[in-house]
């Protein structure tokens, strides 16, 4: 099962290393390997995100995810985007850009620097919007019953994640985008912007997806009740048992995308603190990425969100606490071995729960009993 899940990207690991070895020596070698362990630290969080999503999906969308969404994450996010961004901030062609990023490696990461405020403020409200939504659902399971409790009864007020995440966005704007770190002066509608940017992406994807998503448990509904009382599946295949398929799992699949951009803006930021090289970072976070799409499809395939129920919560709470830090960053460094760290010690403490409870109910990754009301204790 390990190595079923895990070959590709020891494989990849292995051929990205002597790659980098044979190109860049030793030394080429090492900032790749930093690079990788960089990425896998910052995202672990991203994989329980995304295993609680995937695991929706049909066996067809997770072979999709792998494959077609890792050559997204690689060479999209890891490769393609910082040059977009410096096309972007710099007005140039996207040929003149690529130029720049290779011959004049200095002036490349100067102007992706630059474009951090903008990253920061998109990538910060989406992450703070998917935190929210989270905490403000009523979940058969709480974590921290002491937040989580009076966090859902005021969810039942509409739009109230909507509100709240335009709050901080003003407050940010208006407190960090002036003689911000990175790039100097005044970029509060820079950051009104992209933060508005990053806000409207989350409701157009996530509402999408969610759409479908509920049409076709709707339809899977019908269908059982036309035939009540009978042993046979779900006619058309697409029941939970199975996974979104269609419509529904593309734009689950999209929204996915979309969340391993945000959770790699941290990562090609600080990236540039080891290398300006743009192909060593994406070769280095790329292989990164790689661990966490296996790791993400590990998490499905062993049900360890089902045997760990708390598992979604101190995700939630790294994505939470990084949506913060990103938008600290706005004008502060922050480094990211703290930003790492909070992620690695949030799931630690709910992995821990998680296993108190198990030994509790005194059925160690049983989650069949009662929900209602079901806490940690913490």
Do not use: C
């Not at 969080?45 to 690689?74: E, S, Y």
């Not at 939470?320 to 004008?331: P, Y």
């Amino acid at each position: 099962m390990l190595l079923k899940t895990f070959g590709w990207s020891f494989a990849i690991t292995v051929v990205g290393l002597v790659v980098a070895g044979v190109l860049w020596g030793w030394q080429g070698l090492a900032i790749v390997g930093i690079l990788s362990i960089l990425e896998i630290s910052l995202s672990f969080d991203n994989a329980v995100i995304n295993a609680g999503i995937l695991r929706k999906m049909n066996a067809f969308w997770q072979k999709i995810f792998l494959t077609v969404g890792i050559l997204i994450a690689v060479f999209g996010m890891r490769l393609v985007f910082p040059v977009v961004i410096v096309a972007i901030t710099a007005k140039l062609g996207p040929i003149e850009a690529v130029k720049l990023a290779i011959n004049d490696k200095a002036h490349y990461q100067e102007l992706v620097t630059s474009a951090h405020p903008a990253i920061a403020a998109f990538g910060g409200m989406f992450l703070l919007m998917i935190f929210l939504d989270f905490i403000f659902e009523e979940r058969d399971y709480k974590w921290l019953s002491w937040i989580e409790k009076p966090m859902a009864k005021m969810g039942k007020l509409d739009m109230l994640s909507v509100i709240i995440a335009l709050v901080v966005l003003l407050v940010s704007a208006m407190t960090l985008a002036t003689d911000v770190a990175h790039g100097g002066g005044d970029k509060t509608a820079t950051v009104l912007l992209a933060g508005v940017a990053g806000l409207i992406t989350y409701l157009v994807v996530g509402g999408i997806s969610g759409y479908f998503e509920g049409k076709l448990e709707e339809d899977d509904e019908d269908d059982e009740e036309s035939e009540a009382g009978a042993a046979a599946p779900v006619a058309n295949g697409a029941g939970s048992a199975v996974g979104l398929a269609g419509k529904a799992a593309f734009f689950m699949f999209l929204y996915l995308e979309v969340i391993d951009a945000s959770f790699s803006f941290d990562g090609v930021i600080g990236a540039f603190a080891i290398t300006n090289d743009i192909f060593m970072m994406a070769l280095g976070l790329g292989i990164g990425a790689m661990y966490i799409r296996s790791l993400t499809v590990f998490l499905v395939r062993k049900g360890t969100l089902d045997d760990y129920v708390y598992l979604e919560h101190g995700a939630h709470y790294a994505i939470g606490a990084l949506a913060v830090i990103l938008l600290i960053t706005i004008r502060y460094e922050v480094s990211e071995v703290v930003t790492g760290l909070i992620g690695i010690v949030l799931i630690g403490l709910s992995f821990a729960s998680s296993v108190v409870r198990n030994r509790r109910e005194g059925k160690p990754g049983d989650t069949s009993g009662t929900k209602a009301e079901v806490t940690s204790g913490v």
